[in-house]
């Protein structure tokens, strides 16, 4: 079965600093996608940055890159110069084919973010 | 990116009763997805809707519990029947949105956040 798993329940940085959440996967599949989302306070599900299992290049938005590294099964988001409504919870998530039409997301645990001045 | 409204944002019920939730998207979609996110815990896909047929369910899901209805391409309910207090949830929907990558990109609504006494 597949599997996502981040380590890091949670995560300090300060503002404008770089920071990695890390992100590692376990499934079977040679064909996958890989998501990284945010979730505010608020509740709502920001997407961020999507990968490719296929995708030759790492995926980047802004100041959102993906580090992905196949071989060792990582997915790791990288957040650039950092702001301090950055400050949430990170969540990746990998797409699990079963047919047609049918895909499933599949999320990890999750990793909060605090951003400090 | 999809516009995604639901409604309630938020409400508090008595055990026993049943809530009704909206979900509203700003174009036709083929699949509607409805998560769970159960406090301080990572999102469960409850069930997948497709437009008149109906919703498949995810192992520990059923449909007495969440009926799901999808009248047209940009609407569903979700109900939550015959609540408990373990049912105080976030409740999100979302939908697929081709992208240029091998897998489509899921974005998600607000949410509903209920509290159940």
């Known amino acids: 079965a597949q599997k996502i798993t981040q380590t890091q329940p949670g995560m300090f940085v300060q503002e404008k600093e770089a920071v990695t959440l890390d992100c590692t996967y376990d499934?079977?599949?040679?064909?996958?996608?890989l998501f990284w989302y945010k979730q505010p306070s608020s509740g709502e599900m920001i997407f961020l940055i999507y990968?490719?299992?296929?995708?030759?290049q790492n995926a980047t938005e802004g100041r959102y890159s993906l580090n992905f590294q196949k071989a060792r099964k990582s997915a790791n988001l990288v957040i650039s110069a950092s702001q301090l409504g950055d400050s949430a919870m990170y969540f990746c998530a990998m797409r699990e084919r079963r047919s047609y039409n049918t895909d499933k997301l599949i999320f990890g645990t999750g990793t909060r973010l605090q951003v400090f001045p | 990116s999809a516009v995604i409204s639901q409604k309630p944002s938020r409400d508090i019920c008595q055990r026993g009763t049943s809530l009704t939730i909206q979900c509203q998207v700003d174009?036709?979609?083929?699949?509607m997805f409805w998560y769970r996110q159960q406090p301080g815990q990572s999102l469960t896909l409850i069930a997948t809707?497709?437009?008149?047929?109906?919703?498949?369910?995810e192992s520990g899901f059923v449909i007495d519990k969440f009926p799901i209805s999808r009248p047209n391409l940009t609407f569903s309910t979700l109900t939550v029947s015959n609540m408990s207090p373990e049912d105080s949830s976030i409740y999100l929907c979302s939908v697929d949105r081709p992208s240029q990558g091998a897998y489509n990109e899921q974005f998600f609504g607000p949410g509903t956040r209920l509290t159940v006494l």
């Open positions: 990968q490719g299992s296929y995708d030759e």
């Open positions: 809707a497709n437009q008149g047929s109906e919703a498949t369910y």
């Open positions: 174009s036709q979609v083929t699949m």
């Open positions: 499934t079977s599949d040679q064909s996958y996608g």
